[in-house]
């Protein structure tokens, strides 16, 4: 099959990230399914696509924090014979906040819902029939947080630490299936992310970068079938990387912490 004949399920479509992924599919030529919250939205990023791209752009509704989202999604997909070649499970979000004193059970669950639980259902669902017809490839957008522990954003470092251990670890198990699962790992970007997560004013996003050319950067290895990418990091945030795994943990933390704290892009 050529590849403008495939179909990308990309969850938060519109949001900053998961714009770039379905304009960088489209202009390929393929087709889309969009995930999202909000039917509008939806239907005016189907319309768009459509018509700037000459594709076809299916839209599902729903929230993600829902433990019958994925489900939901999956039975859409079946009930309408939309075949799903990529899937890329994009969505998801951050949040600001002392985990025991200022964030809220429903805060951290909802995230952890978002982040971790509907992306791996998803993949329970769509795997099998992936390996099934020997091809498929799915990109889990993870986080270059994935790499340390994160003080005052404690519960979403380590929900993009379990996506990149867990995609990590079923693209091995995927081997010789025709199938792969890639793993994108994104410093800070210009996108919703920091104002939903409520982190705008912290030194983390002083340095925010085009998600444009990080999406690129995902879609190719995820079309390569690379097992992991990290992309988006700029200047010294390159070298900050590199040393992480040798720092001492307690100071890297103190570094997350104080880079997360409210108004510490000002200092
Ligand atoms: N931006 C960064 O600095 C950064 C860095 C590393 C990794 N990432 C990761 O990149 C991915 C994309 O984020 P982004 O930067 O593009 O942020 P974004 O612009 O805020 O987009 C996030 C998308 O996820 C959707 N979403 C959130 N909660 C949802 C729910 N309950 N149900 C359905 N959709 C939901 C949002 O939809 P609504 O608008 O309806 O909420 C939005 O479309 C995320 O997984 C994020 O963790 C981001």
């Known amino acids: 099959m050529s590849k403008s004949k495939k179909t990308a399920l990309i969850t938060g479509s519109y949001g900053g990230l998961g714009t770039r992924f379905a304009d960088i599919h489209a202009a390929s030529g393929g087709d889309l399914i969009l995930v999202g919250r909000v039917q509008t939205k939806l239907d005016a990023q189907a319309k768009e696509m459509e018509k700037k791209y000459h594709v076809t752009a299916h839209t599902i ?10 489900q939901q999604i999956y039975n859409t997909c079946k009930e309408n014979g939309w075949n799903v070649d990529y899937l890329i499970n994009n969505a998801g979000y951050g949040g600001q906040g002392d985990f025991a004193r200022e964030r809220t059970m429903e805060q951290d669950l909802s995230m952890i819902a ?10 329970k669902l769509f795997l099998p029939d992936m390996i099934k017809r020997g091809s498929g490839k799915v ?7 994935a790499t340390m522990p994160g003080p005052l954003q404690a519960c979403y470092y380590a929900t993009k630490a379990y996506v990149t251990s867990w995609s990590n670890a079923v693209s091995r198990e995927l081997k010789d299936t025709g199938v792969t699962m890639t793993c994108l790992m994104p410093g800070a970007m210009s996108t919703g992310f920091a104002n939903a997560g409520g982190l705008s004013d ?4 002083a340095n925010a970068t085009d998600p444009t ?6 879609y190719d290895a995820m079309m390569k079938g690379k097992m992991n990418i990290t992309a988006g990091l700029v200047g010294i945030q390159k070298i900050f990387m ?9 100071m890297l933390m103190d570094n997350v912490y104080n880079m997360q704290m409210r108004g510490s892009a000002k200092k």
């Open 61 to 70: 509704a729903a929230d993600l924090s829902s433990p019958d989202a994925a």
């Open 114 to 123: 978002v982040n971790v639980e509907t992306p791996t259902r998803l993949c």
């Open 139 to 145: 990109l889990n957008v993870s986080s270059t947080a």
């Open 202 to 205: 912290t030194a983390l996003f």
């Open 213 to 218: 050319p990080v999406a690129q950067a995902g």
């Open 242 to 250: 590199k040393l992480t795994p040798i720092l001492p943990k307690k």
